[in-house]
């Protein structure tokens, strides 16, 4: 345990935020996917920058000098030995680091109040591209035992040979968006997300219509993603890697789990 980690905060940062060498965060991730901690280390990580990105308009005065504040303390820690900073404490898993538990806290008041409706698409597309933070959740009849809204999440092993590995739940503006993360048999991986709530704003792609049910192809993140309603709250599709064709596939079959 006092061993000094296989990995730096500073690599975990760069894998949420994309910029880490593309071979180095594959390794990371894979780490990540067999290491609970690092997993939930990770994947606050990657909460710290959606909400950073979430935060379209300029932050208050009062809220930079907190910002600005909490990242002149975290100075004189941050020089202490990187596994000393990492090392695992009984019971609480990794420590997450000074800055981005104070992004959390300071920017989850900009992001989901004042000045911020609804969860945009963007900010849900993220979601579906970060780590799952729980076990996938177990198969009952059809469907997954996880729900939202009284939405159930769709049991795809049997039919178009995807596989549950994951779920998140999260908070953004107020809204409640539950995750389920797919991988298929070609190694490829989606996220499933449902936005409670009235449904979000979409536009640009393609619009495809498939039984009655408006579907729209789109990108965003570096991703493709597609977005329809069930029951009237937004669901989202979206991968990297992924076609078009697998991602409608995906959604309609059966209704996208309905």
Do not use: K
Not at 183 to 208: C, E, K, L
């Amino acid at each position: 345990m006092d061993n000094p980690l296989p990995f730096s905060e500073a690599e975990l940062a760069r894998v949420a935020d994309g910029s880490l060498d593309p071979e180095r965060a594959a390794q990371l991730r894979r780490q990540a996917e067999g290491d609970p901690e690092l997993g939930a280390a990770l994947a606050e990580q990657e909460q710290a920058v959606a909400l950073m990105r979430a935060a379209d308009g300029p932050a208050p005065d009062r809220l930079r000098a907190a910002v600005a504040a909490q990242l002149q303390a975290a100075e004189r820690p941050a020089r202490r030995p990187l596994a000393a900073r990492l090392r695992p404490r009984r019971g609480l898993g990794f420590a997450l680091p000074a800055v981005a538990a104070a992004i959390i806290a300071l920017l989850v008041v900009l992001v989901s109040g004042a000045g911020t409706p609804a969860p945009t698409l963007a900010q849900t597309v993220r979601l579906t591209l970060a780590a799952a933070v729980s076990p996938a959740p177990a198969e009952r009849y059809a469907h997954l035992d996880v729900s939202v809204a009284g939405i159930p999440f769709p049991y795809w092993s049997q039919t178009v040979g995807w596989h549950a590995t994951g779920v998140r739940a999260d908070t953004v503006a107020g809204r409640r968006i539950v995750t389920v993360f797919y991988r298929g048999r070609n190694r490829r991986r989606v996220g499933y997300a449902i936005v409670t709530g009235d449904p979000i704003a979409t536009s640009g792609g393609r619009v495809v219509t498939r039984a009655g049910v408006r579907y729209r192809l789109a990108r965003a993140s570096g991703a493709l993603l597609i977005t329809w309603l069930r029951r009237g709250h937004t669901c989202v599709i979206a991968g990297r890697g992924v076609t078009a064709p697998t991602l409608l596939a995906l959604a309609t079959d059966g209704a996208g789990g309905a």
